[in-house]
């Protein structure tokens, strides 16, 4: 696993989205501009300490849209969508990590270290190379970014 880098177009619109999120008190999570089919997507997704509604999530889109509209930084057609990140969300960006240590993550190794392949337990730190993980167990463990298929906030469903 590396840490995820922004495209052009991505880099663009979170510089342009930032501002109006954070003026709004919501956590910028992460921007997409996809190609599905003959579609082009761009996704906002946003966060706050409280979750995230579908009234939160017209809240943005109106300002974000009027400032595309105003800035047009998109030659191409593509539909706007704006939503949660989600509770079980995938850490891909360092902001991702810094903003969830102390949080419960699972990870997905690609082989298996000490027989484990799936590893839920405190995110203690992180850093280009590795993570620190508190397991139930109470033990610190350290896993190179590059044994990581995949790292999510683990949220247990009653």
Request: aromatic share 10%; proline share 2%.
């Amino acid at each position: 696993m590396k840490f995820k880098k922004f495209g052009n177009t991505e880099r663009k619109i979170y510089d342009l989205v930032k501002p109006i999120t954070d003026e709004l008190e919501y956590f910028l999570w992460d921007v997409s501009f996809v190609k599905e089919g003959a579609v082009w997507y761009l996704r906002i997704f946003i966060d706050r300490d409280e979750g995230i509604s579908i009234d939160d999530c017209e809240r943005v889109t109106e300002p974000v849209n009027e400032m595309l509209d105003r800035e047009d930084p998109i030659e191409q057609s593509y539909i706007l969508e704006v939503g949660s990140a989600g509770l079980e969300r995938e850490l891909v960006r360092e902001e991702h990590f810094e903003a969830c240590i102390g949080d419960t993550i699972q990870i997905k190794l690609i082989r298996a270290v000490d027989g484990e392949k799936d590893i839920t337990g405190e995110l203690i730190s992180a850093d280009r190379d590795r993570i620190t993980v508190r397991t139930d167990e109470n033990t610190e463990k350290n896993y190179v970014l590059s044994d990581i298929a995949h790292v999510k906030l683990y949220f247990e469903f009653a």
